[in-house]
């Protein structure tokens, strides 16, 4: 049982959806209270709270984030000044710079640039990595002089990356530069082609494919994976090479594969197709993916042969279920229908997944079936409601209103969820039947759900909830949010 559970991670979409729908829900619903639930910090407190920051326990320190993240505006400017903070500790500097910059604080820059000077190399490697969070071109010009000057080669390493997300063509020249001097740190030039990637100039590619070549395989995998994002037909003829080479390091022929579909020209198409048939997992499983980003009508027609083959890996054969759904080609109805019988529920649950994103109104019957069946594994249970959602259509529909009454939680919470999405009016009815419910969770889940179905009726019901003072209050919070919600849409 604990192996079906594990089946809930990666593309088992529904029951994920349903945990971060409920968790956003109550966020939404909690963020309009918090400031009147508590004070503000006094100085001492968040003085003391960015100690804790350096603290050697992650929970201490996770505390304190989450803790001056709510009190955002009196915490800010202590934490810019503690940033050149020289008698602080460097673990205190560096996790404020890093919480500063998922604030997105542009007020940081300043003090951050100040740091690319510190005579803490740490310090100096966090502050190029925070500006490159915050990636405002201020700090182009600092960052060029760390690449150019600092002694550190993880701290010009760390520029390099800054520079290239940033995107300012004036770190182009300075970038290909490092990548081929053949006389610097491996670790610089490796950053610098991964940077020449992340900075989108196409002048790059002639000097990225020439590194193609090098000795080391590391720099090699910066370069396909440059190759990729810069996305210049240039580069297909040598990443094929470089696929094709049996010779070649395994991780960089991944690569090369993953590269070949950003680039989307199907003349990668035949050695890709080989590739279906490598020894490694990895190789294959990169090769559905980037096939899928070909020549759609081709595609079927080679992955089809892969899910049909019961000797393929199971993993290759699920990866090519989900690609075939995503293409949308009826043609793999039969195929996929017939896998809903099958002994393994990965590809089980792969193809109730598939079946959904074909939108083919033959799977409704036999979604609904799994759907109500109490012997099946819940999470294809859900992803079933989920891919009826995604078909349409009165028969879906009417299943999952009778869902509605099902003894199940699970299935239950799935069906208000995806009803809600539907935008259905004849679930309306349905819906507001439940704000009746004993489980505060389903009441919570059913008011959401209103919000993106319900009508007139509706907006009636949800403000009672939201007047009610003895009502939950993040009920009446919610049922504010949903009438917000209809209101706008009708």
Request: glycine share 6%; net charge negative.
């Amino acid at each position: 049982m604990m192996r079906f559970l594990g089946l809930k991670s990666g593309s088992k979409w529904f029951v994920f959806l349903s945990v971060i729908l409920f968790v956003f829900l109550v966020i939404t619903v909690f963020s309009g209270c918090i400031d009147e639930r508590k004070p503000e910090l006094s100085p001492g407190e968040v003085d003391e709270l960015i100690q804790e920051l350096g603290s050697e326990n992650r929970s201490i320190r996770i505390n304190a984030e989450n803790e001056l993240s709510t009190y955002r505006d009196s915490a800010s400017e202590a934490m810019l000044r503690t940033l050149n903070d020289g008698n602080e500790s460097v673990k205190v500097r560096t996790n404020t710079a890093y919480i500063l910059g998922r604030w997105d604080e542009k007020r940081a820059i300043k003090a951050l640039v100040q740091n690319l000077d510190d005579e803490s190399p740490v310090v100096r490697e966090n502050a190029a990595i925070v500006l490159e969070v915050l990636g405002d071109e201020t700090a182009v010009e600092a960052l060029l002089e760390t690449l150019e000057g600092d002694e550190n080669e993880s701290v010009r390493s760390s520029a390099s990356l800054a520079l290239g997300g940033i995107g300012d063509e004036r770190a182009l020249k300075p970038l290909i530069e490092i990548l081929g001097n053949e006389s610097e740190k491996l670790s610089v030039r490796t950053s610098a082609a991964e940077a020449l990637g992340r900075l989108g100039d196409r002048r790059a590619v002639d000097l990225l494919i020439l590194k193609l070549s090098e000795e080391d395989y590391r720099l090699r995998f910066a370069s396909v994976r440059a190759l990729g994002q810069l996305e210049d037909e240039r580069a297909v003829v040598p990443l094929v090479g470089i696929l094709d080479n049996n010779n070649e390091n395994l991780s960089v022929r991944k690569e090369a594969v993953y590269s070949l579909g950003k680039l989307g020209d199907d003349k990668a198409f035949t050695s890709l197709m080989e590739t279906l048939q490598a020894e490694d997992l990895g190789l294959r499983m990169a090769s559905v993916s980037a096939l899928e980003m070909l020549d759609k009508e081709r595609a079927v027609d080679v992955l089809l042969p892969v899910l049909n083959n019961e000797s393929q890996a199971v993993k290759v054969r699920e990866a090519s279920a989900l690609a075939l759904g995503r293409l949308g080609d009826k043609k793999a109805f039969e195929s996929l229908f017939y896998l809903l019988q099958s002994e393994n529920p990965e590809l089980r649950l792969a193809s109730i997944e598939a079946l959904g994103d074909l939108r083919d109104r033959r799977a409704v019957d036999p979604l609904i079936l799994i759907m109500r069946d109490k012997r099946e594994v819940m999470v294809l249970r859900t992803t079933a409601a989920y891919s009826l959602s995604k078909i349409g259509g009165n028969e879906a529909v009417d299943a999952l209103i009778s869902a509605l009454d099902s003894d199940e939680f699970e299935i239950r919470r799935a069906a208000i969820s995806v009803l809600g999405v539907f935008g259905d009016e004849r679930a309306e009815e349905p819906l507001l039947g439940l704000l009746e419910d004993e489980n505060i969770t389903i009441r919570l889940f059913a008011v959401d759900a209103l919000g993106g179905t319900g009508g007139l009726r509706a907006v009636e019901e949800l403000e009672q909830i939201a007047a009610n003072e003895s009502e939950d209050e993040y009920l009446r919070d919610a049922a504010n949010d949903s009438v917000l919600r209809i209101r706008d849409r009708i």
